[in-house]
């Protein structure tokens, strides 16, 4: 476990990180605290002076000149302008400072989460990446605010020791034991709130976790009825962060008065001695109204320089889980571009695997071999068809294709290149993939299907065309304008992977993977769909993971995958014959059916 002193330096250190980022705002911000501290110092000279110069000779004759009350009025407007405008320099420096750490480092963080791999993704749970990029964030650079104060009232403090020495040395005694003793409660606060806060800190991203998966999985919960359990895990995990933080409102309300009384109590003590020393000749009432002024203000710079570091413990863990995503390893290398670039490839692509071997990292770091020395090429402008049980690997050989994945031995190739050697967006221009699981946003049917980028409306309807999507999207009210709903909720799942199918189509991409793509459309769409694609003039080699024995039957040649390798390849009709258990497979639902009539007749 940390202790105080490491958890310390290592806050400080996330400060100098801070001020380094962002050295203008924080420069602002700490010369208006610095202004704000000399002038509270200076306010309480005024007072003194005035009291001794205007009230107490007011009180003595009845009578005090224009001219001294004029000067004691601009002396105290004077003070307080200035105090007032080191308050906005302050305050205005550091919420400057803090929001474009915050803006800075989402944008890192987000970047991040782009350049790692898919199974680093899918080793954290979304709810904790959601974390990562905005409550860790912001509690990372939590003590941002109070930053500029604690260095304004540092100095503060230091001016205010020397007065209360050089106004009274005896009375500045009763100061500097009332001091430590603010600096203890402090110290001890501090301690007590170090682990309530990283739990807190814990706990919000559970809580934030546990929320996503249940709006993300509205569906299944609704369906399989369950809502109430889901309630019940969201309000265990929610009353476990609320009772983190009654805890953590518990310690502050027994400190907080604490903090509040012992300056009050010094105040009492020093009014009790001061009243002794003015009537003894020792001390001006100016003087004794600009010690108490003083004295009630030793106790503000000590609380706030207190807040500071009870914000370090929560800005180390935020940090902490931040740094975790900014140094996480994994990211794909990309050569730099070559000089004058590569000339665009025209024509459909050549993709090939090379000896692939593949292997995901399970929870507990064992490896899990997916693919063992797969060879094969997708010839120009065929259709290919990756046919296997489930588990065989061809979704990861599609995910290999583009890229979103490197395969620990081997190579995967386009138009004969090791994809690793082509600069970063070589793949994405070439290759296009459709998943069976679409996504679609809360937009229109004009941006799902271009993404933002400049295609015609005639490129988008020739797309929608090859996708059999032109018929449902022109009786939709708004046509390509219309708002689909969130992931697409007011269109039928079929409806949804015809979309995605046009989103890739509109690029023309030169290699197109379609990872059972068609599933929820029905099986003459679905041959529409894919005839279509044979006759169309497309620039594309297409690669199919395919299910349906209609869908197989159309592709040039067929890759049969099983236990992560390739065990046969070849026509439809030249597998039906040759290997037996490429049959089983295509032909198993075609056998259900007649299995379930003669069950039923012999009952």
Not at 176 to 187: R, T
Not at 329 to 350: L, Q
Not at 568 to 597: F, I, N
């Amino acid at each position: 476990m940390r202790t105080d002193s490491a958890i310390v330096r290592k806050g400080l250190r996330i400060l100098g990180m801070a001020i380094r980022t962002r050295p203008r705002p924080f420069a602002v911000s700490i010369v208006g605290a610095c202004l704000y501290g000399g002038m509270t110092v200076a306010a309480s000279v005024v007072i003194g002076r005035v009291t001794d110069r205007v009230i107490v000779p007011a009180f003595s004759t009845g009578a005090v000149g224009r001219g001294t009350l004029a000067l004691a009025a601009a002396a105290i407007l004077g003070v307080a302008v200035f105090k007032a405008v080191g308050i906005v320099l302050r305050r205005v420096g550091a919420s400057i400072m803090q929001y474009q750490l915050h803006a800075e480092f989402r944008r890192r963080v987000t970047r991040r989460y782009l350049r790692l791999p898919l199974s680093w993704h899918s080793a954290h749970p979304t709810g904790e990446l959601l974390s990562n990029a905005n409550a860790d964030v912001e509690a990372a650079f939590a003590p941002i605010a109070p930053l500029p104060m604690s260095a304004g009232v540092a100095l503060m403090l230091l001016i205010t020791g020397v007065l209360l020495v050089t106004t009274d040395p005896f009375l500045a005694l009763i100061g500097f034991a009332v001091g430590p003793a603010i600096g203890l409660v402090n110290w001890r606060y501090n301690r007590r709130v170090q682990g309530p806060t990283t739990r807190a800190q814990q706990l919000r991203a559970e809580v934030s976790g546990i929320a996503h998966e249940s709006f993300d999985g509205a569906l299944v919960v609704k369906t399989l009825g369950r809502e109430r359990q889901e309630t019940d895990r969201f309000r265990a995990s929610s009353e476990a962060l609320r009772d983190q933080l009654v805890r953590l409102g518990r310690l502050r309300a027994v400190f907080d008065p604490l903090l509040e009384a012992l300056p009050q109590l010094g105040v009492l003590a020093v009014l009790l001695v001061g009243t002794w020393r003015v009537a003894a000749g020792q001390l001006t009432q100016g003087g004794l109204v600009q010690f108490a002024y003083l004295f009630l203000q030793l106790a503000f710079p000590i609380r706030i320089i207190g807040y500071l570091l009870a914000e370090l413990p929560r800005s180390v863990v935020g940090w902490e889980r931040v740094e975790r995503v900014l140094s996480a390893t994994g990211e794909a290398a990309y050569p730099d571009p070559a000089p004058g670039g590569h000339a665009a490839a025209t024509g459909p692509a050549h993709a090939a695997l090379d000896d692939v071997t593949f292997r995901y990292t399970l929870d507990h770091g064992e490896l899990h071999e997916v693919l063992r020395s797969v060879a094969f090429a997708a010839e120009p402008g065929r259709i290919l068809a990756l046919v296997g049980a489930t588990g065989a690997g061809k979704s990861t050989i599609a995910s290999l294709l583009v890229r979103l994945a490197d395969p620990d031995e081997g190579a995967v190739r386009l138009d004969g290149r090791d994809v690793r050697t082509l600069p970063r967006g070589a793949v994405a221009r070439e290759a296009a993939i459709v998943f069976q699981h679409t996504f679609l946003f809360d937009d229109t049917v004009r941006a799902n299907v271009t993404l933002g980028a400049p295609f015609d409306e005639e490129d988008i309807w020739a797309a929608l065309d090859l996708a059999q999507a032109r018929g449902f999207v022109e009786a939709l009210p708004a046509g390509l304008d219309t708002v689909i709903g969130e992931r697409g909720t007011s269109l039928s799942g079929g409806q949804r992977q015809r979309l995605a199918l046009a989103r890739a189509l509109v690029r023309r991409p030169r290699l197109l993977i379609l990872d059972d793509a068609t599933s929820s459309v029905d099986t003459a769409v679905e041959s529409a769909i894919l005839d279509g694609l044979r006759r169309a003039a497309l620039p594309s080699t297409i690669v199919v993971v395919a299910y349906r024995r209609a869908t197989i039957a159309l592709a040039d040649e067929i890759v049969f995958l099983a236990g992560g390798q390739v065990r046969a390849r070849g026509r439809h009709a030249e597998l039906l014959e040759s290997h037996p258990a490429y049959a089983r497979l295509v032909t198993a639902y075609d056998e259900e059916p007649a299995g379930a009539e003669a069950a039923e007749l012999a009952s």
